[in-house]
């Protein structure tokens, strides 16, 4: 289990305030899973304070974290054997979700 600062608890508390949620993914426990409406990303707790995303932000699809990959001229979120189209719209939508997260992790959000 993490344990987390007052600060890192707080930085929880505001994402939560701004909409996003928590939550668990199996294969990631020692990162703290964010998400908002299709969108998700995992955070890493910096050593005495703040937290700091970790890898990249991704499309969920079926509730798994995904890969974002080019096959085919056409760019897909992929887990497993399973793919979603990344279309302008979902992509627009990872972008904001990115923008929107990182944002709130910096100090004096």
């Known amino acids: 289990m993490l344990e987390l600062t007052h600060q890192q608890l707080s930085i929880l508390e505001l994402l939560r305030s701004r909409g996003f949620t928590f939550i668990a993914f199996p294969m990631c426990e020692n990162y703290i899973g964010v998400k908002k409406d299709h969108c998700a990303a995992l955070l890493a707790p910096l050593a005495g304070a703040g937290l700091k995303i970790f890898g990249e932000p991704c499309f969920l699809l079926n509730g798994h974290l995904t890969v974002r990959i080019q ?17 302008p719209s979902r992509l627009e939508e990872l972008s904001r979700f990115s923008s929107e997260l990182s944002e709130s992790l910096l100090p004096g959000a």
Do not use: Q, S, V, Y
Request: glycine share 12%.
């Open 71 to 87: 096959r085919g001229g056409c760019d897909w979120f992929i887990w497993k054997k399973e793919k979603l189209e990344a279309t």
